[in-house]
């Protein structure tokens, strides 16, 4: 019976892919594909924006295939640095845009406070806190975030795959984790944060 039945790796498809074959590349996909949603989701504001950017670092692999090297058999760790420079790449033309539009007259519209209530007091604030401290640190401190610690890969399979000494790969994540920590933090005074009242009201 040979090969029936028999689960190709990742470095068996990626010789095909690197061939022009689609179904290989599909089924590459299909394999990492969760793994680099999740990770995507992390570093970006949105579901919607998690998804563009799995597709972008998708699309990426597929316009290099004839360049990249797979480490220790896996495209995954391949994937999540790419999906990091784009979610980055994203996320400044993203900042951008709004800086243009925080230049545009402003509405008179009365703010609402009731939104800002319910984002303090919600029960995924914590959740909120962590992706964006995560965002807020450098590139390869998110790199080596997600390979050691999100992805278990070890310090060897860090080093080849981002060219950088283990020294850097050891210390970075503790490091990384601390950071984390203090940028998860509130503002003191966050959650008894209240609207300012005008003067007419303060008088009356």
Excluded at 2 to 16: A, F, P, Q
Excluded at 117 to 127: G, H, K, L, N, Y
Excluded at 188 to 204: D, M, N, V, Y
């Amino acid at each position: 019976m040979g090969d029936t039945g028999k689960v190709s790796t990742d470095s068996e498809l990626w010789l095909r892919v690197v061939d022009g074959d689609g179904s290989a590349f599909a089924s590459l996909y299909r394999r990492h594909r969760d793994r680099v949603f999740i990770h995507s989701l992390r570093l970006v504001r949105t579901q919607f924006e998690a998804e563009d950017v799995t597709a972008m670092a998708f699309l990426e692999a597929w316009r290099c295939r004839s360049k990249i090297r797979l480490v220790n058999d896996s495209m995954v760790g391949w994937l999540l640095v790419t999906a990091t420079n784009v979610a980055r790449n994203k996320l400044r033309s993203t900042l951008r845009y709004e800086r243009l539009l925080r230049k545009l007259p402003e509405s008179q519209a009365v703010p609402d406070h009731s939104d800002f209530v319910a984002d303090t007091v919600d029960e995924d604030r914590r959740s909120q806190l962590l992706h964006r401290a995560y965002r807020s640190l450098g590139r390869q401190d998110q790199e080596i975030i997600a390979l050691c610690v999100f992805e278990d890969m070890s310090t060897a399979e860090v080093c080849e795959l981002l060219g950088i000494p283990s020294g850097t790969v050891k210390s970075r994540p503790s490091r990384a984790k601390g950071k984390l920590s203090q940028l998860m933090r509130p503002p003191t005074g966050f959650l008894s944060a209240r609207p300012r009242l005008t003067s007419e009201e303060e008088t009356q």
